[in-house]
């Protein structure tokens, strides 16, 4: 690969070139609500879900408090209930919300390695009536990354870590409305990692096939470095899955299932977890993308897909760094970072990066070979320019945003959390000084004509 080309395809963020294509529409600012004053000194994901004319967040109030804070869509007041748990310093800790069919509200969050925190309303829509609840009973003395999503029925479905990072299973529990009760979705766990190492997988994405698909990458120990072996599987219900080429596999998913392997990357190879996105071409088929260190050391991002019976890698980049990173705990900004892979015209996909040295741009890919092309196209603005700008001058302050868990029952509309903090930590405390709270807000966009 010429060392020049990928410098003709690193697009300033703020670059304006050709027209905005379609697939890509912009927005702009119509409304901003106040929430409650949040901790600066560390960051921690919050939650924001609309659901049936009513919107619902979840965050650490400025006394670090687990608060959900609740409005009608068609009101600027919020209802508060502070809920007894309060978090320290692990960015481990988000919490995360669901509404069931009866339109209960499902609360789960600050924990990691600790046991189950929960919480559900007795009355529909009524935060103030939230309780801590039971699940199953069992393996939840060490809860981690908890997650809601529904499955192809629109069951409610909780998944979640027992155990750590070196040694970890992933169990998951269905819940039914009529009874109010939760139930192990399978007897078994869906990825295990036989005690010696753990998976760290995305939330099972539904794909244009109608399908649940997920990515994974293992990991040895607490140590980040130690993530290895990107891999990928497919399931129609949660319960069965497969491979990309429709291999089925015994539950529980461990490290010898080879069928399910996308890039052998080994232990210390430039892989983190959370680092591989996932998205689909025009054709359904699965895209990812991700980074490692090539057989010189230098970092590098790839692109994956299956083709003709097998996984398909391609080097996007060739840059001349290497990118070492190590350590236990909630990690900063490593060196690198990217997106998934989205489409901007017609058989032309985009994936932004941030790179330690070059800065942050973009690459244009071609869809049908997955190379990297020097067509320019311009992408639009998905946030409005003003809310860009910092309102602390506080040193090291950078802005943190969540997306609608929901729906707002409004295809023109959007709604995002924005709030302001210092990066992480590795879950530890910070010596003084330290910035005061900062505002947490809702902003309302709309599809600009």
């Known amino acids: 690969m010429s060392r020049s080309l990928p410098l003709l395809l690193f697009i300033s963020l703020t670059a304006v070139v050709l027209a905005v294509p379609k697939a890509t529409p912009s927005f702009k600012l119509a409304e901003s609500l106040d929430i409650a004053r949040v901790p600066a000194d560390f960051p921690v994901g919050f939650c924001l879900l609309t659901h049936g004319g009513r919107q619902y967040v979840a965050y650490f109030d400025e006394e670090r408090r687990m608060t959900v804070a609740s409005r009608l869509l068609d009101a600027a007041e919020w209802t508060y209930q502070v809920l007894p748990s309060k978090v320290g310093w692990d960015s481990h800790n988000y919490i995360t919300m669901a509404v069931d069919d009866d339109g209960q509200l499902h609360v789960s969050g600050n924990m990691h390695c600790v046991p189950l925190v929960y919480f559900r309303t007795r009355e529909t829509g009524d935060v103030t009536t939230l309780e801590r609840a039971p699940m199953v009973g069992k393996q939840e003395k ?23 990072s070196g040694k970890g299973k992933r169990l998951w529990n269905r819940y039914d409305p009529e009874s109010r009760r939760w139930s192990r979705l399978l007897d078994v766990p869906v990825l295990d990692g036989e005690g010696e190492r753990n998976a760290y997988p995305t939330a099972p994405v ?94 590098q991002i790839y692109a994956a897909r299956p ?43 985009t994936v932004s990066f941030r790179h330690r040295d070059h800065g942050g741009g973009r690459l244009f890919v071609d869809e049908k070979t997955l190379r990297p092309v020097a067509r320019r196209v311009s ?67 709309t599809l600009k004509p």
Request: proline share 7%.
């Open 379 to 445: 992408v639009g603005r998905t946030i409005p320019r003003e809310l860009d700008r910092l309102e602390s001058d506080f040193k090291g302050m950078g802005i943190h945003r969540e997306e609608d868990h929901g729906d707002s029952g409004d295809p023109s509309v959007r709604y995002i959390l924005q709030w302001e903090t210092l990066g992480a930590n590795r879950d530890g405390p910070r010596k003084p000084p330290l910035p005061g709270p900062s505002m947490l807000r809702l902003h309302k966009l």
């Open 307 to 349: 083709e003709n019976g097998k996984w398909h890698c391609r080097q996007l980049t060739d840059w001349n760094e290497p990118i070492k990173f190590s350590g236990n705990g909630s990690m900063g900004f490593i060196g690198i970072r990217v997106t998934a892979l989205s489409q901007v015209d017609e058989g032309l996909f």
């Open 142 to 164: 060490r809860v981690t990354y908890p997650k809601f999503l529904t499955d192809h029925e629109g069951t409610l479905i909780f998944n979640y870590r027992d155990g750590g």
């Open 206 to 299: 539904r794909g244009p096939d109608g399908w649940f698909h997920m990515i994974w990458v293992w990991r040895h120990t607490p140590d980040c470095a130690t993530n290895h072996h990107l891999s990928y599987a497919r399931s129609p219900d949660l319960k069965r899955w497969e491979s990309a080429f429709g291999k089925s596999v015994k539950l529980p998913i461990v490290i010898g299932e080879e069928s399910l392997l996308v890039d052998p990357i080994p232990s210390g190879g430039g892989i983190i977890n959370g680092g591989a996105k996932l998205s689909f071409d025009s054709g359904g088929r699965p895209l990812i993308t991700y980074h490692k260190s090539d057989a010189e050391g230098h970092m």
